[in-house]
């Protein structure tokens, strides 16, 4: 396995971590989704384990990021069941939905910002929303976060003021700047040049370690994939093909799985 650290910043400071469950985390079972005609989710089941790294990855429509936003109960299923910290979220109710959304970190793709919101107040709403923290404490946590990711100095910009890099790492700063116990990533290293990438699988695996989160990565960087991730699991044609750690996937006896984790490695020499 490679190693998961990265340089830690010692002005971000991280609350002490919750013990670990050997009970899984997330559980899903023969999940279905389509709209309109197009099938894309078909009998997808998955058991995440508790305080584990997860990547998706699979070729692009295969369904990862709708999986992703149905864990974040964004999108409802046709039919399955997804069993969240033993919540049944399909059949959950709202003040159950909002109890586990407190417990969730997401990134969109697009960084998630809202419009009417500066970036300090996109950044500071979780803080607002699920905790009794006083304005200074908030303000010392969107900075710090802000500096963590290098978008300082953007705080009174709007959200269509920022590039698109700029909005991604906006979005993860405030999909981290709390403790949770869940954190959603879906393709949290696009868009950004090289050595911003490369500093965000530090930090994802960082944040992933200090509050043993259960962590799901939705991404095409099979770099990421191989740097940080516990265990991978391969979505095709909506439903998961197969799951293992990196190097078992990359020789996979299935030739569709171990022709993309080739045909990506050539790609990137």
């Known amino acids: 396995m490679t190693d998961h650290g990265g340089t830690r910043d010692p002005s971000f400071s991280f609350p002490e971590a919750r013990t670990e469950s050997a009970e899984p985390a997330i559980q899903v079972r023969d999940l279905h989704k389509s709209f309109g005609s197009r099938p894309v989710l078909r009998g997808l089941t998955l058991d995440v384990r508790r305080s584990e790294l997860l990547a998706i990855v699979g070729g692009s429509g295969s369904g990862k990021s709708v999986f992703l936003k149905h864990l974040a109960g964004l999108i409802r299923p046709d039919r399955g069941s997804i069993r969240i910290d033993g919540i049944e ?46 304005d200074e404490e908030i303000r010392a946590r969107v900075t710090e976060s802000l500096a963590r990711l290098g978008v300082s100095g953007t705080e009174s910009k709007m959200p269509q003021e920022l590039s698109g890099g700029m909005k991604k790492r906006a979005g993860l700063a405030r999909a981290i700047v709390e403790e949770r116990s869940f954190f959603f990533f879906d393709e949290p290293t696009s868009a950004l040049d090289p050595v911003t990438a490369m500093a965000i699988r530090d930090l994802i695996r960082e944040v992933h370690d200090r509050w043993k989160s259960t962590s799901l990565v939705v991404t095409h960087d099979l770099r990421l994939v191989q740097k940080v991730a516990d265990r991978v699991a391969f979505l095709h044609e909506g439903a998961i093909r197969r799951i293992g750690t990196y190097d078992e996937l990359s020789r996979s006896d299935d030739s569709v799985v171990r022709d993309f984790f080739t045909a990506d490695n050539i790609w990137m020499r």
């Open 89 to 134: 979220l399909v059949r959950a109710g709202s003040q159950q939905i909002r109890d586990l959304h407190r417990k969730m970190g997401y990134l969109f793709q697009d960084g998630g910002l809202l419009n009417s919101l500066t970036v300090y107040d996109n950044v500071a709403l979780p803080l607002r929303e699920t905790t009794s923290r006083g």
